[in-house]
């Protein structure tokens, strides 16, 4: 089974901090992906990489930088944290298909860390 | 520019009735389509998805969806539901050459009342 585990599933913050939310992956996956969730909002991207050290911005990346050292770990910083950052966030992993050959269309996601910053 | 719209964002039934739950995108390319669903306090998980071929697809839980391209919409159906399927369920499209990017639509809750 596919695994996506993220460091917390509940944080609280102040104003201010620098926060950093983890993610893992252990299939090998090439593509991993941080989204926000907010009500009536759906998912939305906020950066993706597609290979160590690559990162591409999604479409909400004000205020958030990434950080992908190793192929199974996914970093995702909060420089100065606002309480507008207050919301879900998911991690998810697939393959990228034009270099692995496999499928990547199906994305395999995390539990969520529900960020509150006060 | 590509959009998903989701036309429900509360759906209540009542158990082992049937429920449709509708999707349309919006799109200048081809596209391909998902349909995820989110229990309490959990990630994620993918119930179908329309690559190619068949427009009728069936996924897990007894779901299916079928995929027309006239009216760019993918809705998803099931004939009869239980209590367990209440969540939260999200239609998302990515495109060719895209890095599998998804891109999704508001989301629909389905409230399953006995």
């Known amino acids: 089974d596919v695994k996506v585990t993220q460091s917390s599933r509940y944080l609280v913050k102040r104003t201010g901090e620098k926060v950093f939310l983890e993610c893992v992956q252990d299939?090998?996956?090439?593509?991993m992906f941080w989204y926000r969730q907010d009500p009536g909002l759906g998912l939305r991207l906020i950066y993706f990489s597609y290979d160590v050290k690559m990162k591409e911005k999604g479409d909400i990346p004000e205020g958030y930088s990434v950080s992908r050292e190793k192929k199974e770990r996914f970093s995702l910083i909060l420089e100065s944290a606002s309480t507008n950052q207050t919301s879900m966030y998911l991690c998810?992993?697939?393959?990228?298909?034009?270099?692995?050959?496999?499928?990547?269309?199906?994305?395999?996601f995390g539990p969520g860390t529900r960020l509150t910053v006060t | 520019a590509q959009s998903v719209t989701q036309l429900d964002s509360q759906v209540p039934v009542f158990e082992e009735a049937p429920v449709e739950l509708r999707c349309n995108y919006s799109s200048s390319v081809s596209v391909y389509l998902f349909w995820y669903v989110q229990y309490p306090n959990q990630g994620l998980q993918l119930l179908l998805k329309?690559?190619?071929?068949?427009?009728l697809v069936k996924g897990i839980n007894g779901f299916e969806a079928e995929f027309n391209k006239s009216q760019t919409s993918f809705h998803l159906r099931k004939p009869s539901v239980h209590i367990s399927d209440t969540a939260e369920y999200f239609c998302a499209v990515s495109f060719s050459g895209g890095y599998n990017k998804l891109i999704f639509g508001a989301g629909t809750r389905l409230a399953v009342h006995p």
């Open positions: 299939m090998d996956h090439e593509n």
């Open positions: 329309y690559l190619s071929g068949s427009t």
């Open positions: 998810a992993s697939s393959f990228r298909t034009r270099t692995s050959g496999r499928d990547g269309h199906e994305q395999y």
